[in-house]
Structure formats: structure tokens, C-alpha cells
């Protein structure tokens, strides 16, 4: 199926292509290929806006997930037709993630792939409000940034421990 990439920003020039391949490569790691997803690369002022109003916390963040289906995490939806093959809509906050990687000195491209990861977990239900649900959340994140490794061969790994 498709993955759907709109830029909604200007701020900061995105190298679609390679996301697409890495959002795809890791949608068939998670052995949901057959279904859509929708990827925003969003500057501050939308994700400010969004996460104001779905989390309370208005202030630009790096990934905010929207999920079509809910999940136990591990587990994948069951369509009942064709329209409902479809995880839902990741936010990345390429302005934000593009100011963390001036700070931190990462590669922009590496760390767009790797916040992609973590959105797609959160869509298959994965979250990290505790210790115990990190871990696991951590652990889908290593098993499908090895297998876009193993592909690209990139030495991918999740951003941070402990997000909870």
C-alpha cells in the first residue's frame, strides 16, 4: 500500500525520497506493508498547534502520532474493508527535530528515519508512559531500525532511553 508524505512547511528542505523508502522499509519490518500510512513533515507553528490541543502541551515536539486503529501493541489491525487498511497519520516535526540536530550535531536524515520509527510504533500501539511500556516500545524500535539497517546499511538506533 502507500505511504502518503506531504510537506506542510518551508522552513526546512526535506529529502522526500529517502523518508518514503525508510517509512516504507519500516512498515513491511513491522508486517503491516499492506496498509497506508499518511507522513506530515510539519514546522513549529503546526506542531505547537497540534500538540497544544491532543496533549495540553502547547509547544513544537518531534513527532506526534495519529493512529487509525487501536491496538494492543505487537498485534495488528483487522480491516473489515478495504478503506479501513489504513495505521493513520504521523506528525514530523522537521523544524524541530532540523533545531535538535544543529545542537546535537546528528545527521537530520538518520534522525527523521529514526523519529519515523517511533511514530509508526505509536500507531501499532506501542507507548511509553511507564517503565515497562518503554522497554517494550524500545525494543519493536532496535528489532525494526536493525531490519532499515540492514537494508540501507545504516547503523540506525532510537534517539533517546527512558522517554517515560
Request: proline share 5%; with cysteine; glycine share 8%.
Amino acid at each position: 500500500m502507500s505511504v502518503a508524505l506531504r510537506n506542510a512547511q518551508r522552513v526546512v528542505p526535506v529529502r522526500r525520497a529517502p523518508l518514503r523508502r525508510a517509512v516504507c522499509a519500516l512498515r513491511a519490518a513491522l508486517g503491516a506493508a499492506r496498509f497506508d500510512v499518511g507522513l506530515i513533515c510539519a514546522g513549529n507553528g503546526l506542531m505547537r498547534r497540534l500538540n497544544g490541543v491532543y496533549r495540553q502541551r502547547p509547544e513544537p515536539t518531534d513527532v506526534l502520532s495519529f493512529p487509525y486503529h487501536r491496538v494492543v501493541p505487537g498485534e495488528l489491525p483487522r480491516p473489515r474493508c478495504r478503506d479501513e487498511y489504513n495505521l493513520g497519520d504521523i506528525f514530523l516535526g522537521v523544524e524541530y527535530i532540523h533545531q535538535q540536530c544543529l545542537h546535537t550535531g546528528e545527521d537530520f536524515d538518520s534522525v527523521l528515519a529514526v523519529t519515523a520509527a517511533h511514530g509508526l510504533c505509536h500507531l501499532l500501539g506501542y507507548q511509553h508512559n511507564t517503565e515497562a511500556q518503554w522497554q517494550q516500545m524500545y525494543q519493536k524500535e532496535v528489532e525494526i531500525l536493525e531490519e532499515l539497517n540492514r537494508l540501507t546499511g545504516a547503523s540506525l538506533q532510537p534517539l533517546t532511553a527512558g522517554l517515560f
